[in-house]
């Protein structure tokens, strides 16, 4: 299997992207807003379409949009919560618009579906090391910001009393965010972003016990996630996305009835 280039090219940019996609997937769910990584993904498939319609690289597109709506999103603060029925609004617009731009710049169906679904099969060696510059950056900002973050997640009243601005936090965070689901995208589509940033977050919350044990399992359920999944797909000829998913699923799922065992 590892005798193909390809092959090569898409366990790496799966395993880049896996790790950050699990580390800050643990903060998305311990924070309650794993909706803002559906809402960026609808966004960036605008910017990537968007920019394709201009001549440029899509993740270049898609990275701009999802940095600007993170941001964005964050700047709300608190205000954004109970406005799921207005943001499902925006983010249809914006999934309609990415369509749209779709049609004019003639693509491919195969493009379309890449878009949505992923093809990490198709990475080439510039996008591997653009995602791997991608994942430096995010994870080092991460770490600079890592302890207000934590902070703010676990006690933001307290936080906010000691002079420690929600906001800002919030929008550090959510351009953290934004760039883990551009890098996502590549890996696992618009569509099914969820399921790489979320399912092992959440299934490492069901079994690790303390923060940095459940950063560091979200990490590797995640990385097994991706790999196994794209195992899965060169020995049975279905897609990738799709054994991705199903990993996750089974992941999740055995981690909840675990942890209904514990209790």
Known sequence: MLEYDFMVNAFAASGIVAVLAGIVGYFLVLRGQTFAGHALAHVGFTGATGAALLGLHPLG????FTLAAGVGMGALGERIAGRDVAIGVVLSLALGAGLLFSRFFSTSTTQITSLLFGNVLGVDRHTLAALAVLAVLSLAALTLFGRRLI??????????AK??????TSMLFLAVVA???????????????????????????NLAVGLAR????????????????IALAYYTDW??????????????????ARGRLRR
């Open 214 to 229: 459940g950063v560091a399992l979200a990490a590797v359920l995640s990385l097994a996630e991706a790999w196994s999944g």
């Open 179 to 205: 760039v883990a689901v551009a890098a996502s995208t590549q890996i696992v589509g618009v569509l099914l972003v969820f399921t790489l940033m979320v399912a092992p977050a959440a299934a490492a919350q």
């Open 151 to 160: 902070f703010t997640s676990l006690q933001p009243e307290l936080a906010e």
């Open 61 to 64: 597109g898609m990275i701009a």
């Open 239 to 256: 897609p990738t996305s799709f054994w991705i998913t199903a990993v996750g699923g089974v992941i999740y799922l055995l981690s909840a």
């Open 163 to 168: 002079g420690v601005s929600l906001r800002a």
